[in-house]
């Protein structure tokens, strides 16, 4: 009896955008005129960019299998990005989208958290775009416990400026920017994540396994507050021999299980012999296991569902009600807007 | 004022319908019932209506939804590549059409419009910002096969749909009609021709010419000796004579259907007399009418219960009498049986040849005088189909009727529908269809066999245009009506069986197992997190969408909410209880969840005589429920009886089996354990059988390990495909070659494509491919 107001009903936009593509199903109840059910199409807009083979796909169609599955209405989705071959995901999402500034995409996320908590929140970085550029957002956003699901796409190189070091670029890598191999010891965004105060939820996949892929996006998913995932993927225009080992030696992918973390399937578990019992609660360990690199640990690393959320200890009291939506718009927009000479909002409003 | 005092005054508003100066707030048309409110516009929804009623087709496709056709073209579009661009075209056609038929341009609104006009219209309304759309909607429109009107959920529709489906199954019977009578009177004229072209006046030279002539042209006319010829003929063979009552009795039949009214004619001649009318708007001018025509009919249907004697030579004038060894066995003549045809009134059977009457009435222009009217006709068991349409459902009684001041007034539902369907009900061999208008399309095949019925049909249909509820929709009042159980779905088919079981259903009904219709209902709280909870759907809150009865509902302001305001169910059940104890003073209060313009989330009380009306509405809905053998209470006796006896047998050979000697066991057979070791063999065969069979020389993919990364699809996109989680599989290994496959194994970085044996062995470099695929299998 306290959840009492609303804000618009929640699916009451549902209706104008985007029409279902499903055909209409007739419900037993007369008042619920269209069924809410998804195909992974209803999801896709356009026909990705991104290079044959790139992970990037995988990443997409593991979203929209997530976002299918739990019948995310994509009026009530939104996808953030910053700059990059990975940020172009949102624009392959059929639901709302914003591809934003180089680094930005967290800000920006957590600004639509805020002014609009119920929707669902999603952000796609790479490993430039979050840690470099984006690190000092980043490290706050982590802090900030805010309830998303951050995707670090990280195929250790800039794909989009053609082959330039990235800060996870492993150290002798060749690149256009390090034509004599990389001089710096790799930035380990794992053990970085894991060492900011209020960290909630940590995991780290590998594009080639999408099983897994899928069930770490979706763990993220159900975690209340900030998801980190770091997502290992391939680049096969720049890097095309890069994961080549990783990829087809099962021993050297360490996957994480555990009753609150993972739990791996019988036909996975017969391709990937290593694997290791993790309890996500165990900070210790999550950080020893966060630095190593070879094998590849895979699995939910680090997750603690009591620490709180940013938008709940500072939750705006007022009713988000329609005027109060309008009335701050208009005031924003009242900051940019020029008025003719001796006209003012109130004598526009009044004629 | 504290919580006590507040919670003194919401039991004072239940008991007795007065604010005494409280908080609470007085209910206006602003709000609407919770689950009202997703659909603020049901122009950008996608259901079932607006209906086309098709004048094209079969009986089956007479009334189409809008969106089942573009949905229906769509998926005979789905290996067309614009497939994508033309659906949402049509969805966006969809809309328009919407929109129009909603607020009606250059057309008044309830005037029928036209489905092809409007769907031009908005096809050259969309085109303006997108040329494409023209193709779109010119490629939709052929494959709907459908032309006629277009209607959407108004006070019109009831009419509309019933008339539709009625002139379609006339239409068939009109088309049956005329295929018999042609066939009939081609015999019957042929008869007559016969005996004429056998008489000696056929057989004269002359007429055998003419004959001829008119068969084959004028080049054999001088060829035969015509003369000749007739002389030949008259002497070979007596002259052929009908009797003349045989002759007058033909003609008689011939000029009887050719005369007949009740079926416009094929062709119209002019001067025709008009044919009849079967559309009537009161039961007194149908059954007047058919006094009048009876005797018209009858000529009839004698007249082609005779031809269809003539026409295979069975009609015998005279009776005749087989005499065998000990009995003698008498048969009528036809002439003695058909003398008396129809005397005794037609049956249902011949009368099916014949149009069927159809009567519109409204329900609130039932009288006594004509309500009886109705049940006249009903049990007259003639095929009259009886529409009564209800556009108030929520009518007050006649004593809640006069201009009244509380505390005079009183609250009682006239239930004028109710009563016609229970009275109709209970004549046993009528049709019954009681619908909602939101719900008809659903009901269209219930519909149909209603008009196709040998009977009596009669159908009552709910339009929601009440006038009393503002600016819903007619279409969400008709449908909450259903939800509501005020007027619940009902078919009544006399012809399904013998028993209630069989012939009443209640299934279309939302939840027809319980005493309402529960839905989730998804808000958002203060800070905006999605909240459920569950909420029925009553009679309470379908009268609190009307004007007449907001005065006993009173809105709570959400400072004064507490745990004793409970859902309507649950304090139609805690009343019950109290009642029991004499309570005098509830300790609850009952109420409903609405929103308001805001869409905020409100409670409104409702006060004991709307929770009267509605607990009496509950008991009328248990009442159908029991009949349609959904907790019947006799059904329910039955059961603990036989269960009680159950459990004393069970007890009783319990008893015995203590008593007795406890029975020694039997040591296993060998032979058993063969055979379970037998067993367990063949299914380890069958195990090590499938492990083997699995793909053979077959290509396939390791589809659950695929990365969507579009390199094998790329290499050819109608030998691989991908699934509905968008993984690759291959779709037709003889879409390409084997080069193709090693190509996209060796290309698949995750490596799960295995291209198997070469399937055509003259392809060139097979050699090379063979090693190159090793890998990969």
């Not at chain 1, 017969?270 to 950080?287: F, G, I, Q, V, W």
């Not at chain 1, 309008?326 to 924003?332: C, D, F, M, P, R």
């Not at chain 2, 193709?135 to 008339?163: C, N, Y």
């Not at chain 2, 793909?695 to 659950?704: L, N």
């Amino acid at each position: 009896m306290n959840d009492t107001t609303m804000n618009g009903i929640a699916k009451s936009g549902a209706m104008t955008f985007p029409l279902p593509l499903a055909p209409v199903n007739v419900n037993d109840c007369l008042l619920e005129l269209y069924e809410e059910h998804y195909e992974l199409e209803d999801y896709q807009k356009g026909v990705p960019r991104w290079c044959t083979g790139c992970g990037d796909n995988a990443i997409l169609t593991a979203v929209q299998r997530l976002c299918r599955d739990e019948k995310l209405a994509p009026e009530k989705t939104v996808f953030v990005s910053g700059i990059g071959c990975s940020s172009r995901l949102p624009h392959y999402m059929n639901t709302y989208g914003f591809h934003s500034l180089h680094g930005r995409a967290l800000p920006i996320a957590e600004g639509i958290r805020l002014a609009r908590p119920d929707l669902k929140v999603f952000v796609n970085m790479g490993d430039g775009d979050c840690c470099s550029i984006g690190a000092a957002h980043w490290i706050h956003a982590i802090r900030y416990n805010m309830n998303m699901t951050a995707m670090l796409h990280d195929n250790n190189i800039y794909g989009l400026t053609k082959k330039q070091a990235s800060p996870t670029s492993p150290i002798g890598l060749k690149t256009n920017t390090t034509p004599r191999g990389s001089y710096l010891e790799a930035l380990n965004p794992l053990s970085v994540t894991l060492g900011v105060s209020n960290v909630s939820f940590v995991a780290q996949v590998v594009d080639w396994i999408p099983k897994l892929l899928y069930q770490t996006l979706s763990a993220a998913y159900h975690h209340k507050g900030f998801s980190f995932v770091r997502i290992i993927q391939r680049c096969p225009e720049w890097l095309p021999t890069h994961m080549d080992d990783y990829l087809h030696d099962p021993q050297r992918v360490l996957l994480l299980h555990h009753e609150n973390g993972l739990e791996i399937d019988s036909e996975l578990a017969k391709r990937y012999t290593n694997m290791e019992e993790h309890d996500p609660s165990n900070l210790n360990r999550a950080r020893e296991i966060a630095s190593g690199s070879d094998p590849i640990p895979v699995g939910i690393l680090y997750r603690n569902d009591d620490v709180p959320l940013y938008e709940e200890v500072r939750s705006d009291s007022r009713l988000r009600t329609t005027s109060l939506v309008k009335n701050g718009l208009e005031a924003e927009f009242d900051k940019f807007t020029i008025w003719p000479e001796g006209q003012t909002r109130a004598k526009h409003e009044a004629a | 004022m504290n919580m006590e005092v507040k919670a003194q005054d919401q039991i004072a508003f239940y008991l007795t319908g007065q604010h005494n100066g409280s908080g609470l707030k007085p209910l206006d048309r602003s709000y609407r019932p919770a689950l009202f409110a997703r659909h603020a516009d049901l122009t950008a929804v996608r259901y079932d209506f607006p209906l086309v009623l098709n004048s094209e087709g079969t009986p089956e496709r007479a009334v189409l939804s809008l969106s089942g056709l573009v949905d229906e073209a769509v998926e005979a579009l789905r290996e067309d590549k614009d497939r994508d661009r033309i659906a949402q075209h049509g969805y966006a056609l969809e809309r328009e059409v919407r929109k129009e038929l909603a607020h009606p341009i250059g057309r008044a609104n309830g005037v029928a419009a036209d489905f092809a006009t409007l769907w031009n219209a908005a096809a050259a309304q969309l085109t303006v910002e997108d040329s494409t759309v023209d193709d779109s909607a010119k490629r939709l429109w052929a494959l709907f096969h459908a032309k006629g009107e277009l209607v959407d959920a108004d006070f019109a529709l009831p009419s509309r749909v019933v008339r539709h489906v009625w002139s379609v199954v006339q239409a068939s019977k009109a088309t049956a009609f005329h295929e018999r009578a042609e066939r009939l009177l081609l015999k019957l004229h042929a008869i007559l021709d016969a005996e004429i072209a056998g008489s000696d006046k056929g057989r004269l030279p002359e007429r055998l010419r003419a004959g001829l002539a008119a068969q084959a042209g004028t080049s054999f006319a001088t060829t035969f000796n015509f003369d000749a010829m007739s002389r030949i003929l008259i002497d070979a063979k007596p002259a052929l004579a009908l009797s003349e009552a045989r002759r007058r009795r033909i003609q008689g039949i011939v000029d009887t259907i050719d005369r007949q009214r009740f079926y416009v004619p094929k062709t119209a001649v002019t001067g025709d007399t008009q044919a009849h009318g079967f559309v009537f708007y009161r039961c007194a001018d149908a059954l007047q009418a058919y006094k009048e025509r009876r005797q018209e009919a009858i000529e009839l249907l004698k007249a082609l219960s005779i031809a269809e004697l003539e026409v295979n030579g069975d009609y015998r004038e005279s009776g005749s009498t087989d005499v065998d060894d000990q009995t003698s066995t008498s048969v009528p003549g036809h002439d003695m049986i058909f003398e008396d045809f129809g005397a005794g009134g037609l049956d249902a059977g011949l009368l099916a040849t014949l149009p069927d009457y159809l009567v519109c009435q409204y329900s609130s222009e039932l009288g006594a005088e004509e309500t009886l009217q109705i049940v006249e006709a009903l049990s007259t068991g003639l095929p009259i189909r009886v529409l009564v349409q209800t556009d108030d459902l929520l009518e007050p009684s006649g004593i809640a009727k006069a201009n009244l001041v509380a505390p005079e007034r009183h609250l009682a539902l006239a239930s004028r529908s109710r009563q016609m369907l229970d009275t109709a009900i209970n004549l046993t061999d009528v049709f019954i269809l009681q619908s909602s208008a939101s719900q008809l399309f659903r009901l269209r095949e219930a519909l149909l066999r209603g008009m196709s019925y040998n009977g009596p049909a009669f159908f009552s249909v709910f339009s929601g245009s009440t006038g009393h509820n503002g600016d819903v929709p007619a279409y969400l009042v008709a449908a909450a009506a259903t939800e509501s159980r005020a007027f619940p779905t009902i078919v009544y088919d006399p012809s399904a069986g013998s028993d209630w079981s069989t012939r009443l259903a209640i299934d279309d009904n939302p939840s027809p197992q319980d005493a309402w219709p529960v839905h989730p209902f998804e808000y958002e709280n203060e800070t905006l997190q999605t909240r459920s909870e569950n909420v029925a759907f009553t009679l309470a809150d379908f009268m609190a969408m009307d004007d007449r009865f907001r005065e006993h509902f009173a809105i709570v302001p959400k400072a004064d909410w507490s745990e004793a305001m409970i859902a309507v169910p649950d304090s139609l059940k805690m009343s019950v209880k109290e009642l029991a104890k004499g309570t005098i003073v509830p300790s609850t209060v009952p109420c409903i969840t609405l929103v308001d313009e805001n869409f905020q989330v409100q409670r409104a009380i409702v006060n004991r005589r709307a929770l009267e009306e509605t607990r009496r509405s509950h008991a009328m809905w248990h009442s159908l429920q029991e009949l349609g053998g959904i907790h019947n209470s006799h059904a329910a006796l039955a059961v603990e009886r036989a269960e009680a006896r159950a459990a004393e047998r069970f007890a009783e050979q319990m008893k015995s089996l203590v008593t007795a000697p406890a029975p020694s066991v039997q040591p296993v057979k060998e032979p058993l354990a063969a055979a379970a070791q037998a067993e367990s063999i063949t299914v380890g065969e069958v195990a090590v059988t499938v492990a083997q069979e699995s793909h053979g020389d077959d290509p396939y993919i390791e589809t659950a390990r695929c990365t969507t990364c579009n390199e094998c699809t790329q290499v050819n996109s109608k030998m691989f495909a991908y699934n509905g989680d968008k993984q690759a599989y291959i779709a037709d290994a003889n879409a390409g070659t084997y080069r193709q496959l090693v190509e996209a194994a060796e290309g698949c970085q995750v490596s799960i494509i295995h291209p198997g044996k070469p399937r055509n062995p003259k392809e060139p470099g097979l050699d090379d491919l063979i090693v190159r695929a090793a890998p990969f299998n």
